[in-house]
């Protein structure tokens, strides 16, 4: 959460639902609350297959939701799958790019500066 609170940019995130710190819904909702990551595409990943729960973090946005243990094929296939659906986004106008950019350099801006 600190990293994306810092601004740090990620192609993908891919997160656990149960974490010591933070949840993964929570963070999955602050992701998709914030005008810098809602575009990002997060992946849910758990041991817990309950329905519910699965439910819970597709409804919220994940673009996808892995059960553990977690083979390289799944993940493979989870990102090809992913990569075509934002390309696909992308090109159908809705990939904000420039858009979050610009974001991104106004609030530079705007950050106060120190006084001497």
């Known amino acids: 959460m600190a990293l994306l609170e810092r601004g740090t940019q990620f192609n993908l995130l891919l997160t656990d639902v149960m974490m010591p710190d933070v949840d993964g819904p929570a963070l999955l909702h602050y992701v998709r609350n914030n005008v810098f990551y809602q575009e990002m595409p997060v992946v849910m990943m758990s041991s817990n297959e309950h329905a519910d729960i699965v439910l819970n973090c597709l409804q919220l946005g994940a673009e996808d939701y892995l059960l553990k243990p977690v083979t390289k094929k799944a993940v493979k296939h989870m990102w090809a799958h992913v ?11 809705g990939g904000g790019s420039q858009h979050l950019k610009k974001l991104r350099e106004e609030k530079k801006e705007k950050k106060p500066r120190p006084s001497h």
Do not use: I, S, V
């Open 83 to 93: 990569w075509r659906r934002k390309q696909r986004y992308q090109m159908a106008g």
